[in-house]
């Protein structure tokens, strides 16, 4: 197991494994350190090297891929329900694993692991809903020419492929799940690769849940360590849905394997999303200072490691010190410190790489941006900073209007948001646009007509808008949390994909085919078929 | 104008200019030749050297967007009607150009002109459902959390970029209004860049419909001659739909530009597309006939110059020979030579550089199979094969499974088939999935439940699968006939695009977002929507 100076080596430290072709298998060499975050010890370590892939996705999509589209919609949502309770019993092993590997507050990690079974449970029940059909259709058949017997109608054809699901470090758990719901629902199998640096919890939960023999086999593998040459061996009906670094998506779209073969792909990237305070909500409102609890909530949780969190702070020009001043009040109720401390509010980050990488972020962020809050004395409860990734949350004020690029392009992964002021409603929607996309924009307001205006101006460029207005001010998910019902992915920047958004999801596991027939043909394709609309 | 030593100027050549920015512009230099096939006149020469692209593509997202969001769908479906009227009272001057410029027999121009205004037609019809809105929407809100207030609503947002629209040589009319009758419906400017070699029709019917003052300023724009830097200034909000080989295909993807601002891209490239025999139709029946008939209709008709066309023809092998012999002697009906001449049933393909690429293509395919049919004594009536582009129907059969990639892989874009034979249903599907993704592949049988087994088994790879049973012998629109009303578009190798279907075909020209809101905003929001489902 790799070291270095700095890191001890915790005494109970995993080394981490790799499910393939059904069974258990450990890569050679040293492998990758897995860090607790809160106190640099090292707590697990993970290595691929060797590992055959291209044998591994074959069994996948041979074994795996068979065996779950022998199932109906209606058999695989049982079992995703019975994925859903088998890690809900569990649930505070996952915890303790999310604090020791993640540095997780509990309200971090019920994101995370809550966030996972409560996906589960609802893609078991509206899965259900598909009944013992084993194809989608959309709309039913309908007549093409002159002769009424000659008919059309699009289904959606299960892909006899493998899932090859690529996630990012910030959500081992429900990044894993949300991707395996939709996918093992629409009968592909799921090839899971967790961001190495927190991949224990995820090898854990699939350990789990092969253990309580759910799955048909091969239908869920999952890869611990560097992904190797795994792209290189994709093929016709595999896909790939990535969640990460716009960078690592782009090179994704790259790699050559999947532009010569069109292997369809899903990103969902790390984007600059904003929340616009609307022109009318008054400093001494109620609702002036829940938006800066939103915005402080999204800053903190998860210390700010949420590809969904708030990094723009669009506030009018003249509530700009106001707002600065509710941001600042809120911010400095901020405990940060070890996440084991019941006290503490805000963990690490998940390691001194990406501590290093916050700095830098910050450091370009000046160039265009003044320090609104900082703590004054930063130390970490329970923590000390030497060991500890810890970052201090930071608010920034963009200075002035014009060369600020950076303030819209260059985005912090950790607790740290930028103030910018805006003139009217249609400069405000226009900021919001320089992200270049986004997964998610909030905007706060007791006008509904402003509401609706900002709904269908920022819907060009985003992937969610939330609009939040007195009567759901308590009620509201919160700008940053994904809900498996709504669409989850934004243009551009935020990678251009579509994930979850109910049964609609089930389309990038699918082929569409449009069908041409005699009526009786399609009267026969079509009762196979459930409709994911009704 | 550029001319070699064989290549005579037609006494009427046009210099082809380009519509940008709202104003017709040439480029500079001499640009290329566009011939004539059966002669290899020069009929015409396009040049874009020196256009401002960037400036160009400005005026289309600032001016044309703007204009053209201002209108509601209804309304834009409206001018496509008038489009349509346009088009149609110059229908014999589009035929005069489409035998001039392309080869084409009336019958093949019929499929490009009529098919381009058929299209118009058919979204101006379904267009007019969608009433006075401007977005999409699908489903209806629903509760998100437990207070009945918070909800949620899927919508559909016009991009507010502009499209590329990037068509293939042999659709010159269809590929530019196919594409752009779904981009104008959903309120996004057109910018089209027909393949150069067939430009001149393009450019005429753009000119016609910008006489005829249909469109507001900015909704359509067309490039001729080379895209240069086009794609270096898309940007967010910009889409590119484009019709090609799959290897110009591939280059766009591979597009920095594309590849980093995660443009949206459709591609829609050529596949090897497979007509099956089923076991049972014996040979001396009528679907039999038919069965040939159609496999060397799509062979000959635009001479074998469609994306959809066959290219392989799989047969039970107990009936291969018969299938040959069948095939034979209707291709022995192929009147190949200048298309004026009312006897001729194939005329030239689109050039000696496509020839050429056939020649080559046939080569290749001769490492794997062998020449089944071709004519005896190949001499095209009224024409050459010195200046005319002629190519001889050729079907070929292949010597042996196993080794036989290249059957499934070289795309020979001509009068060019080859017959495969198969062992058994799962043999002939596994040979049909082997071209790596098609768009169309058909299925020719009288068992009804043979073909509802073949359309689940083919829909993994294929974007269409049309399924003949004697019922709609004679009334289907055949295999390589697109429909607005179908999804047009294959995974894999042909593109992984999705086109027309009919107004599911506007998603990829709007944003889909998960609004979240409280019951009366999200009301306002879903009142300025239609349900395309409906």
Redesign the interface.
Same mark, same amino acid.
């Given at each position: 197991m790799a070291t270095t100076a700095e890191n001890r080596v915790a005494s109970d430290a995993k080394v981490l494994q790799s499910y393939l072709g059904g069974k258990w298998q450990a890569g050679t060499g040293e492998g990758t350190s897995l860090i607790n975050p809160t106190t640099g010890d090292i707590v697990a370590s993970a290595s691929s090297k060797g590992l055959d892939l291209s044998t591994a996705l074959s069994y996948s999509r041979n074994v795996g891929g068979r065996e779950l589209r022998k199932l109906t919609y209606a058999q695989r949502a049982e079992l995703l329900g019975k994925i859903a309770d088998t890690l809900a019993a569990r649930r505070d092993e996952w915890f303790e694993i999310a604090r020791k590997n993640s540095g997780n507050t509990k309200a971090d990690a019920a994101i995370d692991v809550d966030g996972s079974i409560g996906t589960l449970k609802y893609f078991a029940k509206i899965g259900a809903k598909l009944g013992d059909t084993?194809?989608l259709r959309?709309?039913s058949p309908?007549r093409?020419?002159?002769?009424p017997?000659?008919q059309?109608l699009?289904?959606g054809?299960?892909?006899?492929g493998v899932a090859v699901h690529i996630n990012a470090f910030n959500f081992p758990a429900w990044g894993l799940w949300e991707k395996a719901a939709v996918s093992l629902l629409a009968g592909v199998p799921v090839f899971s690769k967790p961001a190495t640096s927190t991949a224990w919890l995820a090898q854990e939960m699939v350990s789990a849940v092969l253990e309580a023999d759910i799955l048909p086999p091969g239908a869920l593998s999952v890869l611990c360590g560097s992904p190797n040459d795994l792209l290189d061996h994709l093929q016709?009906?595999d896909v790939v849905a990535f969640t990460g670094s716009a960078d690592t998506? @782009?090179g994704i *779209? *790259?790699h050559p394997r999947i532009?010569?073969?069109?292997i369809?792909v899903n990103?969902e990237?790390d984007s600059l999303n904003a929340a616009l305070l609307g022109p009318d909500v008054q400093p001494d409102s109620m609702d002036f200072g829940l938006f800066a609890r939103e915005v402080v909530r999204e800053m903190t949780s998860k210390t700010g490691q949420k590809c969904t969190a708030i990094r723009r702070v669009l506030v009018p020009d003249y509530h700009e010190q106001a707002a600065i001043d509710a941001l600042s009040a809120q911010l400095k109720m901020t405990v940060v410190g070890d996440p084991a401390n019941a006290l503490v509010t805000m963990g690490p980050v998940v390691n001194m790489a990406q501590r290093k990488s916050i700095g830098e972020g910050i450091a370009q962020l000046n160039t265009r941006a003044d320090v609104a809050y900082e703590p004054d004395n930063f130390a970490p409860l329970d923590a000390d900073t030497e060991h500890g990734a810890f970052v201090a949350p930071t608010l920034l004020r963009a200075r002035e209007k014009g060369n600020d690029d950076v303030i819209h392009e260059v985005e912090v992964f950790g607790p740290v948001a930028t103030v910018v002021s805006y003139r009217d409603k249609h400069d405000a929607f226009a900021l919001a646009?320089r992200g +270049? %996309?986004s997964l998610a924009a909030s905007v706060f307001s007791g006008d509904?007509?402003f509401?609706?205006e900002a709904?269908?101006a920022l +819907?060009?460029? =985003? +992937? *969610?808008?939330?609009?939040?207005?007195p009567?759901?001010r308590e009620?509201?998910?919160g700008h940053g949390i994904v809900?498996p019902?709504?669409?989850?992915g934004g243009?551009? *920047?935020? %990678? %251009?994909g @579509?994930e979850l958004?109910g049964l =609609?999801g089930l389309w990038f596991y699918h082929?569409?085919?449009?069908?041409? %027939?005699?009526?009786?043909?399609l009267t026969?394709?079509n009762e196979?078929a459930a409709d994911p =609309?009704e």
């Open positions: 084993r194809m959309d709309g309908s093409l020419a002159r002769d017997n000659f059309g699009h289904l054809v299960p892909l006899d016709l009906g998506g @782009e *779209r *790259r532009r010569k073969q069109n369809r990103i990237a646009r +270049g %996309g509904t007509n509401l609706t709904g269908a +819907g060009t460029s =985003h +992937g *969610r808008v939330l609009l939040v207005d009567s759901i009620s509201h998910t809900l019902s709504c669409m989850h243009p551009g *920047r935020a %990678g %251009g @579509e958004g =609609h082929q569409r085919v449009a069908m041409q %027939g005699a009526g009786p043909t026969a394709l196979r =609309h």
